[in-house]
């Protein structure tokens, strides 16, 4: 009989919120915007480190998801959060200032987008000069989680985009074997 390789137990490894932050150099009383928040666990972690005389937007088109985060502040007491029900993809729809925020997040949502390059003009109006970019997306890779691979935006698109819209490329971040990570700067 020949011997069965044993079934590892251990998860594989998934975003860390706060890893991910710590490398976009976040602190404490910054305004960041978390653009197409979904669940808000990029917007709860930035919510801790920008701390309670920062400001977090969470920023998506679908209601039910903003409720959803409305219930996490009032659970979490996180008075910083101000859910925003709007359309990235739509110019100004936020009614977030020009040139106000100093983080602007797009975490694993660009492969939903058909209008990728507007959601790169709204994130740069938004980003104060001097304020930075987070993009963290999928893979275009054949792997077990997420979504088809058709569907993903590949990374030099994403650096295409960013730099159509006026971004300049800092650096890659450590994010995990399903996902890249890029910083860029206003």
Not at 101 to 129: C, G, W
Not at 135 to 146: F, L, M, N, Y
Not at 152 to 162: P, S, T
Request: proline share 5%; net charge positive; charged share 25%.
């Amino acid at each position: 009989m020949q011997k069965q390789k044993p079934i590892s137990l251990k998860a594989p490894s998934f975003l860390n919120p706060k890893d991910i932050l710590r490398q976009s150099d976040i602190a404490q009383n910054m305004i960041v915007a978390d653009l197409g928040c979904g669940s808000g666990y990029m917007t709860f972690a930035a919510s801790k480190l920008v701390g309670p005389s920062g400001i977090v937007y969470a920023v998506d088109v679908q209601k039910a998801v903003l409720s959803g985060i409305r219930s996490d502040i009032s659970f979490y007491g996180a008075r910083n959060v101000k859910p925003v029900w709007a359309d990235i993809e739509v110019p100004n729809a936020t009614g977030i200032s020009n040139d106000s925020v100093d983080l602007v997040m797009l975490v694993m949502n660009l492969y939903q987008s058909k209008k990728p390059d507007m959601i790169f003009a709204e994130s740069y109006r938004m980003t104060k000069p001097g304020g930075k970019l987070l993009v963290v997306d999928w893979r275009k890779e054949a792997i077990p989680v997420g979504p088809n691979v058709n569907e993903r935006i590949a990374y030099d698109v994403v650096l295409k985009h960013a730099k159509n819209a006026g971004f300049s490329f800092v650096k890659d971040i450590k994010t995990d074997e399903y996902h890249y990570g890029l910083i860029f700067k206003k």
